[in-house]
Every structure is written in structure tokens, then in C-alpha cells.
């Protein structure tokens, strides 16, 4: 993904990832949502910031902007998406002009949501998965294949010699 974004052919991930996977492999612009288990973040103002700034010889821990308390980025099992990585979700399926859906069983809400918004837009749905998702039919491709053996293949047919590194 990292090296369609560097050929300019996505513009965008939505990911459930909270580890720096994306990051690492050098993806740039990237809407977690479900946090990022190296921040962390304000409940007041939603500042994120890194975790080992977070100064501990005063607890619990304030943020600096607005004096508000410091959570763990990530979000919890019951708690909602921040808002702020939502309305940024809502936004790239508005502008997109395809949507990958890889490695997702497409069930949790709302990150399900955000292919079937663009689908309705009569944007094309391409599915990658190794099993049939509730996207499947509404999918114009389905690769039903790893993210690991497609999109290096992808990567390949675009630029000969890229896709094998
Ligand atoms: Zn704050």
C-alpha cells in the first residue's frame, strides 16, 4: 500500500491497525481508527500526542494544551471512534474515486460502513479477502486472495520489477 500511495495511486487508508504498520512500511497518509497504541490522547481536546512525553510525577497525567486528562490513544472495546478520525473517514469516502477493502471481515461498524457510503456514490469496490465478506456482492473485483500475495502483484502489474522486492 505504502508503494501505490508513492505512485500516486492511493490517496488514502482507513485502518483498524493501532501498531505503526502502515507507518513503518512508509504509508503517509493514514486515518487510524482505532488509535495508535504509542500515543496518547487528550479527553478534552483530542490533542494526540507520544507516549513517552506524557510526564508522570503528577497523576493522572494532564494534557499540557488545555489541562485535560491523558487517555491511551487507542480505543476500547464499547467506546465510540474519535471524532475527529471519523469525520476524516467521512471525508475520504466522499472523495473518493475507488475503495480497496483489504483484510476486513467488514462487519464492525462503522469502519463497514465507509465501502457501502462510496458504493452508493457508484464508486467501484474492489475486495480483498481470503473469505466471502457481507461486501462480497456488492464488490465490482473480488480478489479473493491475501493482502500479502495481492497487492504486491497489484504493485507488480503497475511497475515490472516493483512488486518482487
Ligand atoms: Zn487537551
Known amino acids: 500500500m505504502a508503494d501505490l ?3 500516486g495511486r492511493l490517496a488514502h487508508i482507513i485502518t ?3 501498531d505503526n504498520l502502515h507507518q513503518r512500511a512508509g504509508s503517509r497518509h493514514i486515518t487510524e481508527i482505532h ?8 479527553m478534552s481536546c483530542g490533542a494526540r500526542d507520544r507516549l513517552e512525553s506524557v510526564r508522570l ?6 494534557c499540557p494544551e488545555c489541562g485535560g486528562f491523558l487517555k491511551n490513544d487507542t480505543v ?8 475527529d478520525a471519523l469525520r476524516e473517514c467521512y471525508r475520504q469516502t466522499a472523495l473518493c474515486d475507488l475503495f480497496l477493502v483489504v483484510g476486513t471481515s467488514a462487519v464492525v461498524y462503522p469502519a463497514a460502513e465507509f465501502p457501502v457510503i462510496a ?6 469496490l474492489i475486495e480483498i479477502n481470503p473469505e466471502e465478506t457481507p461486501l462480497s456482492g456488492l464488490a465490482s473485483v473480488v480478489i479473493r486472495a491475501t493482502a500479502g ?8 502489474r503497475l511497475v515490472p520489477g516493483r512488486g518482487r522486492r
Do not use: K, T
Request: proline share 14%.
Open 149 to 156: 500475495q495481492s497487492l504486491p502483484a497489484i504493485v507488480e
Open 35 to 42: 488509535g495508535n497504541r504509542y500515543l496518547v490522547r487528550c
Open 57 to 62: 510525577d503528577r497523576l493522572p497525567p494532564l
Open 5 to 7: 500511495e508513492a505512485m
Open 76 to 83: 476500547m472495546f464499547g467506546e465510540p471512534i474519535p471524532e
Open 119 to 124: 458504493c452508493r456514490r457508484g464508486v467501484p
Open 16 to 18: 483498524q491497525n493501532i
